[in-house]
């Protein structure tokens, strides 16, 4: 009865390599977000999908490409890993509307070596 | 643009003292302000939020936060520290419209001494 789930939990990978991140939410919300949160524990958004459509581009490399194959799964790929990549990837899920609480996924640790 | 400012990346206090977590905001639009807890190794969790109405909030885990505009600030409170509440907190200001996501603080890392 996971709310918003995400896999792989854990993600070790070299640089250069090329990997996907999941996500699903079974809240019934129609917008869904990937935020980054660095080694200093800084939250920034990257990416929001409102039914499926594209909201929220910040300025993330091109090398990271969020799917959205419906309004409860929200993937992120990332091409060509760096060093730099190495964080906690959240995902999270809300109704539309200014206001609306977001709820988080448990997070995916990405290191790149 | 929206930016939050959370006063002391750590805080200590002693088990059963006062918890104040302190949160400033700036928003060009009437700000919806959250609160939310991360336990170690887990996703964020909802701790209270304020969009309108009563500028006190009460929320989970006997946490509060009283909004005032006059001072753009959203602290968080507890009466009592226990040891449970050992855990990073980050408040949040949603950047507005439907789906714009929030910018957080860069957290409090809030210590409980026994």
């Not at chain 1, 995400?6 to 990978?13: A, D, E, G, I």
């Not at chain 1, 958004?45 to 990271?64: D, Q």
């Not at chain 2, 939050?4 to 919806?32: D, I």
């Given at each position: 009865?996971?709310?918003?789930?995400?896999?792989?939990?854990?993600?070790?990978?070299?640089?250069?390599?090329?990997k996907?991140?999941?996500?699903?939410?079974?809240?019934?919300?129609?917008?869904?977000?990937?935020?980054?949160?660095?080694?200093?524990?800084?939250?920034?958004?990257?990416?929001?999908?409102n039914?499926?459509e594209?909201?929220?581009?910040?300025?993330?490399?091109?090398?990271?490409?969020?799917?959205?194959?419906?309004?409860?799964?929200?993937?992120?790929?990332?091409?060509?890993?760096?060093?730099?990549?190495?964080?906690?990837?959240?995902?999270?899920?809300?109704?539309?509307?200014?206001?609306?609480?977001?709820?988080?996924?448990?997070?995916?640790?990405?290191?790149?070596? | 643009?929206?930016?939050?400012?959370?006063?002391?990346?750590?805080?200590?206090?002693?088990?059963?003292?006062?918890?104040l977590?302190?949160?400033?905001?700036?928003?060009?639009?009437?700000?919806?302000?959250?609160?939310?807890?991360?336990?170690?190794?887990?996703?964020?969790?909802?701790?209270?939020?304020?969009?309108t109405?009563?500028?006190?909030?009460?929320?989970?885990?006997?946490?509060?936060?009283?909004?005032?505009?006059?001072?753009?600030?959203?602290?968080?409170?507890?009466?009592?520290?226990?040891?449970?509440?050992?855990?990073?907190?980050?408040?949040?200001?949603?950047?507005?419209?439907?789906?714009?996501?929030?910018?957080?603080?860069?957290?409090?890392?809030?210590?409980?001494?026994?």
């Amino acid at each position: 009865d996971t709310a918003v789930s995400q896999t792989p939990k854990y993600l070790v990978t070299q640089m250069g390599n090329d990997k996907s991140i999941k996500c699903e939410q079974n809240l019934g919300h129609d917008t869904m977000y990937w935020y980054k949160q660095d080694s200093k524990k800084f939250l920034k958004i990257m990416f929001s999908y409102n039914n499926k459509e594209l909201i929220i581009n910040e300025t993330v490399p091109n090398r990271f490409s969020p799917k959205s194959p419906d309004k409860a799964h929200l993937n992120l790929h990332i091409n060509s890993l760096e060093l730099g990549d190495s964080a906690v990837y959240f995902c999270a899920s809300s109704l539309s509307g200014s206001g609306n609480e977001q709820y988080f996924g448990p997070g995916t640790r990405l290191t790149v070596t | 643009a929206q930016s939050v400012t959370q006063l002391g990346s750590h805080v200590s206090v002693s088990e059963g003292a006062l918890v104040l977590l302190r949160c400033n905001y700036s928003s060009s639009v009437p700000p919806y302000l959250f609160w939310y807890v991360q336990y170690p190794n887990q996703g964020l969790q909802l701790l209270l939020k304020y969009t309108t109405g009563a500028t006190l909030v009460k929320g989970i885990n006997g946490f509060e936060a009283e909004f005032k505009k006059s001072e753009t600030s959203f602290h968080l409170t507890k009466p009592s520290a226990h040891m449970s509440d050992a855990a990073e907190y980050f408040c949040a200001v949603g950047r507005g419209g439907g789906a714009d996501g929030l910018t957080f603080g860069k957290g409090t890392h809030l210590i409980i001494q026994p």
